[in-house]
């Protein structure tokens, strides 16, 4: 199977431009074949792509080296002419070896067709009756073939904003499949965010995947819905320039980089930041949430709930990914079985409470420090498309618990406090007591779930820097379990879990 794209009267500029944004969607494995007479363009191409991955200095043809090779910024990269290749040198190059870790940029790949990968991006490029346009054709082969799809889908929208002409970059994105890219302009900027709708997983339960039972997003439907709810009420989620709800594609406002995690390494007072961002929740819980959300020339959005079937979903991550990469074997049901019957009743009645409009990963990768603007807008809210109804302590923990950076325990207290004494102000109904029993208890859940999580992207995805914040995770978890409303639920994890500063190593 294969699809093809062709552009005609392509200039240096066009050719830069397919560039990058081809960059922007390259991955480890990746071969680009490059074909085409002597002059078409493919060495002038190669050397484009590599800069716009970021491979610093001069770039040499391989002419007579055959090969070279870079280290970009995300991965590393092999430069390759086969021009003067001859068939025994095939073997000696090593290319293989270094092709499932690398990308792989081939000149004359059709002297080694019968090498090539069957997964793979075809450039074939040609000269015009115009001197300095060219004639491209890309054909995608194996696996390539939705990513060319993909690829020309996200330039035709790009293509039909006021930044069809920018300059685009790679931003690193988060752990999901979403993929972002800064698009600038001599006097402005935009992100451009790739999300493509995301297939089902394996049912999990009740013939439901995982992401329907937790009620996660599957398309972009909830964060434009969500954005604009944010927006509505005075707070600073990115304005939303452009989006194609089908394609899964949005250009929004470029809020800089002052993400929380980048301005707190610089030295900038944590309790500021965080003080602003608890005030941006006291913010949301001070307004009802209504159900529908409207989408401009769309359908309005339904919030779903978070209901205690999504809470014991994510829960259930512990037992499913972190217990057994603990133990080296699955969990026993047992195990499982009197997991579940204590986290039922207590999420049950947490799912119940304080009722709010909840963004779910309220933390610092996800909150920008916008100190020169005023008021409640200095705290950018970037990730959103997973928000829901749900108890309003579930997105203060996820502040104040903070899974990729410690927050002391001393802050914690001193702003949880500062939380409670506002609401206690505003309304003469709430407990502090009751709010902490709820804290604890969504800290409890959120810490197991991202003990889990991590788990997971280590064994099933190969993502293991992700284990470096388990420790952490799991001192956090520690202290809501310290809560005497969840002494019976406590004395599972001593028994299943041993303590965080004992925590061996895992069978990932």
Known sequence: MSASWSLDGVDLVALDRLAQRLALVLKPGDLIALSG???????????????????????????????????????????????????????????????????TIVE??????????????????????????????????GGWEPRLE?????????????????????????ASPRGYARLSLPHRSAILMNAPRQPDGPPIR???????????AEDITPFVAAGHELRRRGLMAPALYAFDLDQGFLLIEDLGDGVYGAELAGGAPMERLYAAAVDVLLAIVAEPTPALLP?????????????????????????????????????????????????????????????????????????????????????????????????????????????RLDVPEALEAKLFARYCAARSASDPQFSSDQFGVLYATLGAQRNSKILGIFARLAKRDGKRGYLAHIPRVARYLERNLAHPALDALRAWYVRELPAADRLPSLSL
């Open 37 to 103: 007479p002597l002059g078409a363009g493919k060495t002038t191409f190669a050397r484009l792509l590599l800069m716009r991955l970021g491979v610093p200095g001069e770039v040499p043809s391989p002419t007579f080296s055959l090969v070279q090779a870079y280290a970009s910024p995300r991965f590393p990269v092999q430069h390759c002419d086969f021009y003067r290749l001859e068939p025994r040198e095939l073997a000696e190059l090593g290319l293989d070896d270094a092709l499932p870790t690398s990308v």
């Open 206 to 216: 009740d013939g439901k995947p995982y992401s329907r039972l937790a009620h996660l």
């Open 295 to 403: 989408i401009e020339g769309h359908l309005p959005y339904r919030l779903p709930p978070y209901d205690a079937d999504a809470l014991l979903t994510e829960a259930l991550l512990l037992t499913d990914w972190f217990w057994p990469a603990l133990h080296g074997k699955a969990t026993p049901n047992d195990v499982r079985d009197l997991y579940i019957d204590l986290w039922r009743p207590l999420l049950e009645q947490a799912a119940e409470m304080d009722n709010t409009l909840i963004l779910r990963d309220y933390h610092s990768p996800n909150l920008m420090w916008l100190p020169e603007r005023h008021g409640l807008q200095q705290v950018g809210i970037l990730d959103f498309q997973d928000a829901l109804t749900g108890p309003a302590a579930y997105d203060l923990v996820s502040l104040l618990q903070d899974a």
């Open 150 to 174: 993909r690829l020309r889908s996200m330039s035709d929208f790009i293509d039909t904003t006021p930044y069809a002409d920018a300059a685009a970059a790679y931003l690193q994105g988060d």
């Open 108 to 141: 004359w790949a059709e002297r080694a067709a019968d090498w090539l990968p069957a997964d793979r991006l075809d450039i074939a490029m040609d000269e015009t009756a115009e001197p300095y346009r060219r004639r491209v054709v890309l054909t995608g082969h």
